[in-house]
């Protein structure tokens, strides 16, 4: 589950802006939802997938600001798992 570390998913930020839902989104995009819900949940490993990256950039996302975006979330999650990790071992 995501840790709110103050940056958001930009898979999630881009769903809200344009008012949809995963499921919508998916529909949307043409992929999966749960290559949409795995984004968002940054269950993905450390890159979006490949099918929601090039639907993005069809729709006129910036794939390496997306991917960069995406990266910063990652280590944010990562980074916010390791403390809280580090606060329940004391």
Known sequence: MPVDTGIENPIRALRKRLGLSQGQLAVTLGVPFEAIQRSEGGNGGDHLPRRVVEALV????????LQQQYSTWRAAQRQAGRQALQVALR
């Open 58 to 65: 069809a729709a006129g996302a910036d794939a390496e600001e």
